[in-house]
């Protein structure tokens, strides 16, 4: 009986550095991690939500804090169950997969969505969306159209999130820039080509019907957050990459709401755009600076796919305030957060 003790031991010890890794994960999902935001707030009257129509608004890179974790995974669905939305990386669920462990009951009740499983692998993900929520892929990687190895980077990137019912959702910041009496929108995008000393050369292209800039939310940001990154990403070769934006939402309120239609990009794939409208103007972006109909170029770097030169046009403003259509799911949020 002496000689048991020991060997008692040693089996809990080896049983405890086992699951180490496991402790470490499960801890990362109670204890909030850094921000994922790419941008700081220095005024403070708006982040106060005080003035927030007028107030100027200076948004810098910030630097990031050290973690051995990211944040924890969170959800931007109504139905926390349905999805969970990823962090840049592997999600919580895949990290606890790759160790082997029984957790889904922890995690899901028991069960791991469909949907869920089928993001391992671009394929995979290809032949769930096919047999099972009956996208007609025909056209994917067709032209300019894009193939499942995007639409899994995206996922896995937390820019957009599917649905058991085979929906692709996102979190789309509109950006609307004033000029006066004059807002600023996109009507055209001209694909694979290049703008080199305000000329184009090259490219196939895209008709945007005058559409405001717009930019996917990162895991952990906010309205504002997304809206100061698109402005960055976008427009820097005029206002460089910490431009001065004076926001005009009254109290900090944003206009919000659902809308659904097939995706240009992933044809045949129903989307779900969930929208945050930030009205601003931006310090050095105007009618004088750019002329009436203006490019800015985006390198493929950006998002992977192609090079882009976008086409800009000033245009007379048709409303004041950005309203929620007829029929469309309003949202609730503000500057600083969402439901």
């Known amino acids: 009986m002496q000689e048991e003790a020991p060997s008692a031991h040693r089996s809990s010890a080896r049983l405890v550095s086992r699951m180490r890794p496991a402790i470490a994960i499960a801890a ?83 069960k791991v969505p469909a949907h869920e499983k089928a993001m391992k692998s671009s394929k995979e993900l290809a032949h769930w969306l096919h047999t099972e929520a009956g996208c007609d892929m025909s056209l994917w990687g067709v032209g300019k159209a894009k193939e499942p190895k995007h639409l899994l980077q995206e996922l896995m990137k937390g820019e957009s999130f599917l649905r058991a ?40 292209v895209k ?30 070769q005029l206002v460089g990459t910490n431009p001065a934006i004076h ?29 945050y409208f930030v009205e601003c103007e931006v310090e050095g972006l105007n009618r004088a600076a750019t002329g009436m109909t203006f490019y800015t170029g985006e390198d493929c770097s950006l998002d992977g796919h192609c090079d882009k030169v976008h086409v800009w046009e000033w245009i007379k403003r048709a409303a004041a305030e950005t309203t929620v259509p007829d029929g469309c799911r309003p949202i609730e949020a503000t500057l600083w957060s969402m439901d």
């Open 28 to 110: 990362a999902l109670l204890v909030p991690g850094p921000s994922a935001s790419a941008f700081s707030l220095h005024s403070s009257t708006l982040a106060a939500g005080v003035g927030a129509q007028r107030a100027p608004l200076q948004l810098s890179a910030a630097p990031r804090r050290a973690a051995l974790y990211s944040a924890p995974t969170c959800t931007l669905s109504a139905d926390p169950v349905q999805t969970l939305v990823r962090s840049a990386g592997n999600s919580v669920v895949t990290q606890f997969r790759d160790l082997k462990l029984i957790t889904t009951g922890f995690l899901r009740g028991g």
């Open 247 to 275: 926001v005009l939402n009254q109290n900090g309120k944003v206009a919000a709401w659902e809308e659904e239609e097939v995706s240009t990009s992933y044809p045949g794939l129903s989307s779900l755009y969930q929208l």
């Open 207 to 236: 008709a945007r019907h005058g559409r405001h800039l717009a930019e996917k939310f990162k895991p952990g940001e906010t309205p504002l957050q997304a809206c100061g990154r698109g402005i960055a990403e976008e427009l820097e």
């Open 165 to 204: 019912d085979g929906r692709r959702i996102l979190k789309v910041a509109k950006v609307r820039i004033y000029d006066g009496d004059f807002e600023l929108v996109e009507v055209s995008q001209i694909l694979g080509a290049k703008l080199e000393g305000g000329t184009v050369s090259g490219g196939i």
